[in-house]
């Protein structure tokens, strides 16, 4: 059943948080630019975090889409 879960450090967790107020607040996909200022982080950082996430099922990206969370990404930022 997919990756485990990587260790949920405190950047990551940052991470979750932020795309679940962001999903929650816009009612559709985070953009990474409002992550990267949400984060105060550049938007390259964003990207590879992201990417880094979407590897362990966390959440998804499209590229000009956005980020959405899994539902293990959902269960990680609310724990």
Known sequence: ???????LTAPVEDYLKAVYELERRGGSAAATNDLAHR??????????????LADHGLLTYERYRGVRLTDAGRRAALR
């Open 1 to 7: 059943p997919g990756e485990p879960l990587p260790d």
């Open 39 to 52: 984060l105060g982080v550049a938007p390259a950082s964003v990207t590879g975090m992201v990417r880094r």
